[in-house]
């Protein structure tokens, strides 16, 4: 038990590392979180500040959730180490470093997802990719995403364990996502400009 705890608490500090702010402070020497839409997330660095910074912000908040887990796959198992990606995800929600204001989970969900079930995390990368394409909003590529989650994983009979992560990370993610999907709603959610 004590195991499992420090190892959460591990996943949860590295979670909490702030990639997608400290981008922002090494390409912009800005405060991610007064910019935008206010969120420490890869996509406000992307609209804030170009291509580059947002591909580093997305690569970093993905690796930490990519490394920290397939670690702890190999090494202690999926059991533990689908405690530790939601230990994960959640510091990267609400870090430590940042007075708990993070992103919304998606590309570290994503690096968690990777490495616990590579084609479950290969199928909901293309299918996030295909509806930002087609509607330029990365919210509602998120969103879908989170939904089809559980059903790829149950779809594809995962891990028990797995299978209740899906569950609870694509509805944690979609809660996130609230203030998007209210303005999805209305038809006020801003679309993204992949040429800057």
């Known amino acids: 038990m004590i195991k499992i705890l420090l190892l959460a608490a ?24 007064n910019y935008g839409s206010g969120n420490s997330g890869a996509t406000n660095v992307f609209r ?23 670690i702890i796959k190999i090494y202690i198992g999926i ?8 230990c994960v995800v959640i510091g990267h929600c609400y870090p430590a470093f940042l007075r708990f204001k993070g992103g ?13 079930y590579p084609l479950v995390g290969f199928i909901l990368l293309f299918s996030l990719i295909v509806i930002v394409k087609i509607s330029k909003m990365v919210s509602l590529g998120s969103i879908s995403a989170a939904i089809l989650f559980p059903v790829i994983s149950l779809l ?3 891990h028990k364990y797995f299978l209740f ?32």
């Open 165 to 196: 992560y899906s569950i609870v990370i694509g509805l944690f993610v979609i809660y996130k996502h609230r203030t998007n999907i209210s303005r999805l709603l209305s038809g006020k959610e801003s679309k993204i400009s992949f040429k800057n």
């Open 79 to 86: 059991d533990i180490s689908v405690i530790c990606s939601a």
């Open 104 to 116: 919304k989970g998606v590309a570290t969900a994503g690096g968690t997802i990777f490495a616990l």
């Open 48 to 70: 804030t500040l170009g291509k580059k910074a947002g591909a580093v912000a997305f690569l970093g908040d993905f690796l930490k959730g990519f490394i920290t887990i397939l």
């Open 156 to 158: 594809l009979k995962t």
């Open 10 to 33: 591990a996943s949860y500090l590295i979670g909490s590392i702030p990639f997608s702010f400290l981008t922002a402070k090494f390409f912009g020497g800005i405060d991610i979180r």
